[in-house]
């Protein structure tokens, strides 16, 4: 970000931010819509398994039947405090979250310069803006560099408006180009974005596949339950005539269809993922955005600063009057020092780009005594054209200079040399780009009379060489790109830079098809169905601008790829916005290119990308085993209810909704927490990515789940009829019952960890929190059978420690026959 010489006023004191914001109010737009616990509160109760429960809570106290309506009344707190938990839980890490991604302006209060929170800011606060930030309130212009604004999102208009002193500018706009002290005039509220009542933050964001898909799975199986409802309480009422017990047992078999745990578990999981990546430097905007990560098919990266070294260094000049080439650092001629000092000149005076660093540091090597002079600006043009090139107006000595650099092409467009000499340079040109460096042209021209025409290439310029800029490939690049390889994930590299550099660099670190290359011209020049065909199998894209990057991501999506693309500048936005999962650079990212980005990686390390889809990964996985866990064991529930009463059965109606509570309170734990809490399998990052409209329960896997859960129902069931047919008590069957599906479900929980490794393996992966709900949920069943008052609430009576041990061997069967299934599949494979 470019410095200014001296801020426009040294700033609030602390005691005169107090008195403002007392005053005006915080930089924020509109108040909190809810309290968090209300508006949790709010959505618990009205979730259809507590409404479910009050219904039967209900019958009870109609009944008379105190101790089960007390017990039930204790369930809903249970059901309420679980979802809270949860909720809070998730609402912690997002918090935490959105403390990372909150953006900061420069301000300058107590005569120090730092950054401040956005929503910090108070009316008189002297803030800087440079280019791509977003102006974080209203204000006016106190003292502008090359100042133009980006209105678009309160006028409509996308051409930038240029800024001068006094100006106002209104928060929500984009710094176009330059930078400039602002005083702010007006925040929250009170600004023009605020009174229009339009903000960015109050966008909704489209729900993902997976969230439409868990959604329409729910409310399906609330149809089915509600079916269900009403055959088992028609049925009921029928044998009973009394319809206060058939709803009861309607209610009951409800409640035991009714998946309510997967949404809660979707959003547990994808909040805490965020909360995980947001620990390993990777900030997402979105939760939902953690789904997508492991559906990434192709990764469009930038070279400079993410493939390459942030740093630069000058390793060469090309002294375009000697035509020869000089090392850097060394003796320099007369010719060849003009050439390096002319690109210093022409960089900015406080430098914030690598390139300009490393051109001011070797100037300053080469010539301290010049470095140490001052030359101020007089006129600045930014960076424009295409290819660009950008010119500063100095006073050095006395003299009025005009220095340019840019693009080799842009800067033998505007200095004409004889054909003979542009060929020349242009082959130098090219065989520094080809050794990998990053070549810039460098120009002078004479300044007429006191005014400066309108456009920078209207100068009458002179050549004066080339200055070739190292930037090696990061320590780690190669092994990024075979990370992604290995992944299944195809890389593109996208950078404005020569096509000879850029593959140099493609070469250097590995890139497979580094030979396949595309300029933007070249893009544009394409049409839309040549670009689809011609991209997939290009490996570099070179010399780009936005609007060629754009069409790149857009003709890769149209074939069918899942593209992630990286970037960090202000021309990255579009294809940022464009790609399904767009990625900023924290540390060198401009704000433009974070906004319109998905993912923030902290650390500017394309690893964090290999960390972001290795969670993704993992993240969507487990949440695959919490829902097969679910459609499992609530099969078995159903049946339970359902076949003894629809085969006329002697016993029918063993469960009341107390049981199914009991089950409700072990199994919703388990899904959203502990499986949550599984480490990825091995070899996840060596299997293909998955495509992002497949379904969370395919075919194959839901029938899988389905034939699991049949087999723990042919153990119940087993159990309650061998029971039954013995002429067991009715509570004695209860008991036998229940406890073999609680065996089941701990069984399954544990066979469920892996669809190809034996549990075996899985028992010596660590999950504390899994071990501890398994171990809750034998307590607690342990409690219901033994302690006297719990038995009675349950309708169970004592049976031996042996009839015990046949009900966990039939749970065992019936839960653990997928071992053998999973055995087969290795050998097969």
């Avoid at 729910?218 to 509600?226: D, E, H, P, S």
């Avoid at 950078?495 to 098809?513: C, K, N, S, W």
Wanted: proline share 6%.
């Amino acid at each position: 970000m470019p410095l200014l010489p001296d801020a426009p006023a040294p700033g609030l004191t602390d005691e005169a931010v107090a008195a403002s914001r007392a005053a005006h109010g915080r930089n924020v737009l509109t108040a909190a819509a809810h309290s968090g616990l209300l508006a949790t509160l709010r959505e618990v109760v009205t979730e259809p398994m507590f409404l479910l429960l009050l219904a039967a809570c209900a019958v009870y106290s109609a009944l008379g039947e105190g101790a089960e309506a007390m017990t039930l009344g204790v369930a809903l707190l249970a059901v309420a405090g679980i979802s809270v938990y949860q909720e809070i839980r998730s609402d912690r890490a997002l918090s935490a979250l959105r403390q990372l991604t909150q953006p900061r302006a420069q301000v300058r209060r107590n005569g120090v310069v730092g950054p401040v929170p956005v929503e910090d800011l108070v009316v008189g606060d002297a803030v800087l803006v440079a280019e791509g930030s977003r102006l974080p309130a209203d204000g006016t212009v106190t003292e502008p560099n090359d100042f133009s604004v980006d209105e678009a999102i309160l006028t409509g208009e996308a051409v930038a408006v240029t800024k001068a002193v006094g100006d106002p500018v209104f928060a929500g706009t984009s710094t176009a180009s330059g930078s400039a002290w602002l005083t702010v005039t007006a925040v929250g509220a009170t600004t023009k974005l605020g009174r229009i009542g339009q903000s960015m933050e109050g966008i909704v964001t489209e729900k993902t596949p997976l969230q439409l898909q868990v959604s329409r799975f729910v409310l399906r199986m609330a149809w089915v339950g509600a079916g269900a409802f009403a055959l088992v309480w028609g049925i009921n009422y029928a044998h009973s005539g009394n319809w206060v017990t058939a709803l009861l047992f309607g209610l009951t078999l409800a409640m035991s269809i009714l998946p309510e745990e997967i949404p809660v578990a979707f959003s547990s999981f994808m909040a805490l993922g965020a909360a995980r990546l947001s620990r390993l430097g990777v900030l997402t905007k979105q939760p939902q955005t953690v789904e997508s990560l492991g559906s990434a098919t192709v990764i469009c990266a930038d070279k400079t600063g993410t493939l390459t070294q942030e740093s630069m260094r000058v390793r060469q000049l090309y002294d375009g009057a000697a035509a020869r080439l000089v090392p850097v650092p060394g003796p320099l001629a007369p010719t060849a020092a003009s050439v390096l000092a002319y690109a210093r000149w022409a960089s900015e005076t406080e430098p914030f780009d690598a390139m300009e660093k490393a051109i001011v540091d070797a100037y300053a090597t080469a010539d301290p005594a010049g470095a140490a002079s001052p030359a101020p600006m007089l006129h600045e043009y930014s960076l424009g054209g295409t290819p660009p090139m950008m010119t500063h107006v100095r006073q050095v000595n006395g003299a009025t200079l005009v220095a340019g650099k840019g693009a080799v092409e842009h800067i033998l467009a505007v200095c004409r040399p004889l054909p003979a000499v542009a060929a020349e340079i242009r082959r130098v040109a090219q065989e520094l780009s080809g050794q990998g460096y990053r070549v810039l042209g460098v120009a002078r021209a004479a300044a007429a009379g006191a005014g400066f025409p309108a456009e920078q290439d209207d100068f009458a310029w002179e050549f004066l060489g080339l200055v070739a800029l190292e930037n090696p490939p990061k320590a780690n690049a190669a092994a990024v790109i075979q990370d992604f390889l290995a992944a299944g994930i195809k890389v593109k590299m996208i950078t404005g830079d020569f096509p000879e550099t850029a593959q140099a660099i493609a070469r250097q670190v590995g890139l497979p098809g580094a030979d396949t290359l595309l300029t933007g011209q070249q893009v544009m020049a394409l049409s839309e169905a040549a670009l689809q065909q011609q991209a997939p199998g290009t490996a570099v894209f070179a010399r780009m601008f936005p609007e060629a990057k754009l069409k790149v991501v857009e003709a890769l999506k149209a074939t069918g790829e899942v593209v992630a693309m990286t970037g960090d500048g202000v021309n990255d936005g579009p294809a940022l916005k464009a790609a399904h999962i767009g990625v900023a650079m924290g540390r060198r990212g401009t704000e433009v290119a974070r906004r319109a980005a998905s993912l923030v990686l902290v650390e500017d390390d394309l690893a964090g990308m290999v960390t972001a889809i290795a969670q993704g990964r993992r993240i969507y996985q487990n949440f695959k085993k919490a829902v097969f866990y679910v459609v499992s064991i609530h099969i078995p529930i159903v049946l339970t209810v359902a076949v003894p009463l629809l085969a006329g059965w002697p016993l029918a109606n063993l469960f009341a909704p107390v049981h199914i509570i009991f089950l409700e309170l072990v199994m919703g734990p388990t899904c959203s927490i502990a499986f949550e809490n599984e480490p990825a399998e091995a070899g996840q990052m060596r299997q293909p990515p998955r495509p992002l409209t497949a379904t969370f329960l395919g075919r194959a896997e839901l029938g899988r789940s389905l034939v699991q859960g049949l087999g723990i129902a042919a153990a119940v069931l087993g159990v309650y009829y061998v029971a039954m047919r013995q002429g067991a008590p009715v509570p004695v069957v209860r008991t036998l019952t229940f406890a073999t599906l609680v065996f089941s479900n701990l069984f399954l929980t544990l066979v469920n960890r892996s669809f190809t490794q034996s549990v075996f393996q899985t028992l010596r992966v660590p999950n504390r929190i899994l071990w501890l709900m398994l171990g809750l949920t034998l307590a607690l069943l342990l409690t219901t059978l033994l302690l006297p008052a719990a038995q009675r609430l349950f309708g169970f009576a004592p049976v031996p420690l042996a009839a015990l041990g046949w009900c966990a061997l039939a749970a065992l069967v019936g839960a653990g026959w997928i071992e053998g299934y999973k055995a087969l599949r290795r050998t097969a494979g």
